[in-house]
């Protein structure tokens, strides 16, 4: 539970009855808290996890009240059907999401140490039962928490602190009890107190003596809804790495949920994997819908691509592509929700009912092809162009091929091309769709597909032409024309040191003198810099301006690239990025083609 958009959030706080804190200071980390063991998530995980059924309204899923699916009976089926259906594609994680150690209500329970306990009636057998039999199928078992001292748990401050002699939940705490995490469930742990560390230690002896191998820990800030110093976690995060080191057992541990890119460098030193965006679920009568929240990840993962590696990954959440009907997506919908989530190399785990896989989401969720795309030691894929609503994903590949994906994110159907020169070559290519098994044969310069509304392809494409020559032009050329705002910046990431910068309400920047061999379509290269997603209009010689929007590149200091078609003649040209009546990206260069595509 938990994970839930800031309206989401207001309803649980209800259902929860919590309340509001103090915002204040909080120390950092001990710089000698180790880092993330690499081992543990050296490939994205794979698996099952309850919360998408836990919170949707489709009939029959939680009888008993909301969220109720939760039950012991329930994880043991799901457990079954992912050891006989999808542990030999490479499904191995059965996570239990939030309300395991709440009743149906959402009384919680707590042992005489303030940890949580599992509630008898959803757990009657225990968590170090369920545990043992998710291990007896050969499968790893998850477990979740959320971030700080829950309120349930303080007992007016009285309560012990497990193999922590004199210390108690009120030495644990700021004295004023003030708040943390998305929902304001837990009070704040002050880690400069020496008995804090202590409490986080107990909870994680007790889940890895039950013999859990993943957590999650949930309502994680800077993000989950929430900002102020009262809601920054980056010590609670770097506490449980510390003291998931400490039970010597091998936990992978998660943070939730639509995490500050601010402190991506921190999410990944003391973490396994960190949620970027909010829910993916619709708390609706299906699982998800496409305009709820997975259409969204097109434009908030592109930020994120350089941060995933072995250790650490962009996790996307919950892939609910395999039950038709109740996924509330169409075919080409659930196949372009698994295609971004395989090439962006985000855990793959599915909130789906898995006892009834309907035979087209079973087929998307054991494509070997495709997961082997996620489980690849290629780097996750990234725009090549615009976010506009036709876009083209790629990666390049250790042995030389590139992963290539197609998506027309417009709710009509439109042909979307993939350009070779945006991928470094030009010439020749073989291409293979990995979604249908298909060697298509060898396509010069580009490759081309009519794609229905929201829908996609995924290629490999093997270059059989040569690379690239460009020429560049830096944007901060005194030989180029600034107007409005726009002016020289310094940018230490930039090619030349320098970017232009101001691009809004009528700021331009026009490159001057760029040299064409011969008219033509040329793919340029545009490297950019911009916290948030931001639209440009670009235009050459005057002509008639085409809008594209940039993704963001994460932050002010990192630049970016995507390619733009841009129709140039022969000889000298013109090319102008005007802001209009909004902001645009800054510029670092352009590098144009030495011929048109």
């Given at each position: 539970?938990?994970?839930?958009?800031?309206?989401?959030?207001?309803?649980?706080?209800?259902?929860?009855?919590?309340?509001?804190?103090?915002?204040t200071?909080?120390?950092?980390?001990?710089?000698?808290?180790?880092?993330?063991?690499?081992?543990?998530?050296?490939?994205?995980?794979?698996?099952?996890?309850?919360?998408?059924?836990?919170?949707?309204?489709?009939?029959?899923?939680?009888?008993?009240g909301?969220?109720?699916?939760?039950?012991?009976?329930?994880?043991?089926?799901?457990?079954?059907?992912?050891?006989?259906?999808?542990?030999?594609?490479?499904?191995?994680?059965?996570?239990?999401?939030?309300?395991?150690?709440?009743?149906?209500?959402?009384?919680?329970?707590?042992?005489?140490?303030?940890r949580?306990?599992?509630?008898?009636?959803?757990?009657?057998?225990?968590?170090?039962?369920v545990?043992?039999?998710?291990?007896?199928?050969?499968?790893?078992?998850?477990?979740?928490?959320?971030?700080?001292?829950?309120k349930?748990?303080?007992?007016?401050?009285?309560?012990?602190?497990?193999?922590?002699?004199?210390?108690?939940?009120?030495?644990?705490?700021?004295?004023?009890?003030?708040?943390?995490?998305?929902?304001?469930?837990?009070?704040?742990?002050?880690?400069?107190r020496?008995?804090a560390?202590?409490?986080?230690?107990s909870?994680?002896?007790l889940?890895?003596g039950?013999?859990?191998?993943?957590?999650?820990?949930?309502?994680?800030?800077?993000?989950?809804?929430?900002?102020?110093?009262?809601?920054?976690?980056?010590?609670?995060?770097?506490?449980?790495?510390?003291?998931?080191?400490?039970?010597?057992?091998?936990?992978?541990?998660?943070?939730?949920?639509?995490?500050d890119y601010?402190?991506?460098?921190?999410?990944?030193?003391?973490?396994?994997?960190?949620?970027?965006?909010?829910?993916?679920?619709?708390?609706?009568?299906?699982?998800?819908?496409?305009?709820?929240?997975v259409?969204?990840?097109?434009?908030?993962?592109?930020?994120?691509?350089?941060?995933?590696?072995?250790?650490?990954?962009?996790?996307?959440?919950?892939?609910?592509?395999?039950?038709g009907?109740?996924?509330?997506?169409?075919?080409?919908?659930?196949?372009?929700?698994?295609?971004?989530?395989?090439?962006?190399?985000?855990?793959?785990?599915?909130?789906?009912?898995?006892?009834?896989?309907?035979?087209?989401?079973?087929?998307?969720?054991?494509?070997?092809?495709?997961?082997?795309?996620?489980?690849?030691?290629?780097?996750?894929?990234?725009?090549?162009?615009?976010?506009?609503?036709?876009?083209?994903?790629?990666?390049?590949?250790?042995?030389?091929?590139?992963?290539?994906a197609?998506?027309?994110?417009?709710?009509?159907?439109?042909?979307?091309?993939?350009?070779?020169?945006?991928?470094?070559?030009t010439?020749?290519?073989?291409?293979?769709?990995?979604?249908?098994?298909?060697?298509?044969?060898?396509?010069t310069?580009?490759?081309?597909?009519?794609?229905?509304a929201?829908?996609?392809?995924?290629?490999?494409?093997?270059?059989?032409?040569?690379?690239?020559?460009?020429?560049?032009?830096?944007?901060?050329?005194?030989?180029?024309?600034l107007?409005?705002?726009?002016?020289?910046?310094d940018?230490?990431?930039?090619?030349?040191?320098?970017?232009?910068?101001?691009?809004?309400?009528?700021?331009?920047?026009?490159?001057?003198?760029?040299?064409?061999?011969?008219?033509?379509?040329?793919?340029?290269?545009i490297?950019?810099?911009?916290?948030?997603?931001?639209?440009?209009?670009?235009?050459?010689n005057?002509?008639?301006?085409?809008?594209?929007?940039?993704?963001?590149?994460?932050d002010?200091?990192?630049?970016?690239?995507?390619?733009?078609?841009?129709?140039?003649?022969?000889?000298?040209?013109?090319?102008?990025?005007?802001?209009?009546?909004?902001?645009?990206?800054?510029?670092?260069?352009?590098d144009?083609?030495?011929?048109?595509?």
């Amino acid at each position: 539970m938990y994970s839930l958009t800031p309206v989401r959030a207001l309803r649980a706080m209800v259902v929860l009855a919590l309340t509001a804190g103090f915002a204040t200071y909080l120390p950092a980390a001990e710089a000698a808290t180790p880092t993330a063991d690499p081992a543990v998530a050296a490939k994205p995980y794979m698996g099952w996890s309850s919360w998408s059924m836990q919170s949707s309204k489709y009939p029959g899923l939680n009888p008993d009240g909301d969220y109720s699916y939760l039950t012991e009976a329930n994880v043991n089926k799901q457990t079954d059907a992912l050891a006989s259906k999808l542990k030999k594609y490479g499904y191995d994680h059965v996570n239990i999401d939030a309300g395991w150690w709440m009743d149906k209500t959402w009384k919680t329970g707590y042992d005489q140490y303030g940890r949580q306990k599992a509630d008898p009636v959803r757990f009657p057998s225990g968590m170090k039962a369920v545990a043992d039999r998710i291990h007896s199928k050969g499968l790893k078992a998850g477990i979740y928490l959320p971030a700080g001292l829950e309120k349930g748990a303080y007992g007016d401050g009285k309560t012990p602190i497990w193999n922590a002699d004199g210390c108690t939940t009120a030495d644990i705490v700021y004295s004023d009890l003030r708040t943390t995490n998305g929902w304001d469930s837990a009070y704040k742990i002050d880690f400069s107190r020496p008995c804090a560390q202590k409490y986080i230690d107990s909870q994680a002896q007790l889940i890895a003596g039950w013999g859990y191998d993943f957590l999650k820990l949930d309502g994680v800030g800077p993000g989950s809804g929430k900002s102020g110093d009262q809601y920054d976690n980056v010590a609670d995060v770097a506490a449980w790495n510390k003291a998931i080191t400490a039970t010597g057992r091998p936990i992978h541990l998660e943070v939730s949920w639509s995490l500050d890119y601010g402190h991506a460098a921190d999410w990944k030193k003391y973490s396994n994997g960190w949620r970027i965006d909010t829910d993916v679920e619709c708390y609706c009568n299906t699982l998800v819908t496409w305009e709820n929240s997975v259409d969204d990840r097109w434009d908030d993962t592109p930020a994120w691509t350089d941060r995933a590696g072995p250790g650490g990954w962009n996790d996307l959440d919950s892939l609910d592509v395999g039950n038709g009907a109740m996924d509330g997506l169409t075919k080409a919908e659930r196949q372009s929700y698994a295609t971004l989530w395989a090439v962006a190399k985000s855990p793959l785990f599915t909130g789906d009912d898995l006892t009834r896989l309907d035979d087209y989401g079973l087929s998307l969720l054991t494509n070997r092809e495709v997961i082997g795309v996620d489980q690849s030691d290629a780097p996750p894929a990234r725009p090549v162009t615009p976010s506009d609503p036709q876009q083209v994903w790629a990666a390049k590949n250790p042995n030389g091929t590139y992963t290539v994906a197609l998506f027309n994110l417009a709710d009509a159907p439109a042909a979307v091309s993939a350009n070779w020169t945006t991928l470094g070559f030009t010439g020749k290519a073989a291409v293979r769709d990995l979604w249908n098994h298909e060697d298509l044969g060898t396509y010069t310069n580009k490759v081309t597909q009519a794609l229905p509304a929201h829908g996609s392809r995924l290629f490999t494409v093997t270059p059989h032409g040569s690379a690239v020559t460009t020429t560049a032009y830096e944007a901060e050329a005194t030989t180029n024309t600034l107007s409005g705002n726009a002016n020289i910046a310094d940018c230490s990431a930039c090619s030349g040191g320098h970017k232009v910068g101001n691009l809004y309400v009528g700021g331009k920047l026009t490159i001057n003198n760029v040299v064409a061999a011969k008219a033509g379509t040329y793919q340029v290269k545009i490297a950019y810099v911009s916290g948030d997603s931001r639209p440009a209009s670009i235009s050459s010689n005057g002509n008639g301006a085409t809008s594209h929007k940039f993704p963001s590149t994460g932050d002010w200091g990192t630049v970016g690239t995507v390619s733009v078609p841009v129709t140039l003649k022969a000889g000298a040209n013109t090319i102008t990025f005007d802001s209009g009546s909004g902001y645009a990206p800054d510029i670092d260069r352009i590098d144009v083609p030495n011929s048109s595509s």
